[in-house]
Nanobody, 119 residues
Framework: QVQLVESGGGLVQPGGSPRLSCAAS????????MGWYRQAPGKQRELVAI???????NYADSVKGRFTISRDSAKNTLYLQMSSLKSEDTAVYYC?????????????WGQGTQVTVSS
């Protein structure tokens, strides 16, 4: 059974640079796309950044130039390097992974890690 486990969240000061990690277990295949989403209180879950198996990335406008997504396929681990954090980055951050196979999409979510930006 595939499991995604995030780590690296917590209380961060404005301007801080934490790194989130997402470790995938129970995986015997490569994910086509992996990404980070976030959900702030009272708001819908939104895309933060995604990366495909070829290393191509896409970012939400709100985090471009501040966040960097990367993946280590050998370790089945996804990262999100965050920098210049703002209070509006406060949210629960979720790891997402998708695999496309024979016309089907298999999607997996982590349990989320809280990031709180506050002084």
């Amino acid at each position: 059974q595939v499991q995604l486990v995030e780590s690296g969240g917590g209380l961060v000061q404005p301007g801080g640079s934490p790194r989130l990690s997402c470790a995938a277990s129970g995986v015997i295949f490569s994910f086509n796309i992996m990404g980070w989403y976030r959900q702030a209180p009272g708001k819908q879950r939104e895309l933060v950044a995604i990366i495909d198996s070829g290393g191509s990335t896409n970012y939400a406008d709100s985090v471009k130039g501040r966040f960097t997504i990367s993946r280590d396929s050998a370790k089945n681990t996804l990262y999100l390097q965050m920098s210049s954090l703002k209070s509006e980055d406060t949210a629960v951050y979720y790891c997402n992974a998708r695999r496309y196979s024979r016309g089907n999409v298999y999607e997996y979510w982590g349990q989320g890690t809280q990031v709180t930006v506050s002084s």
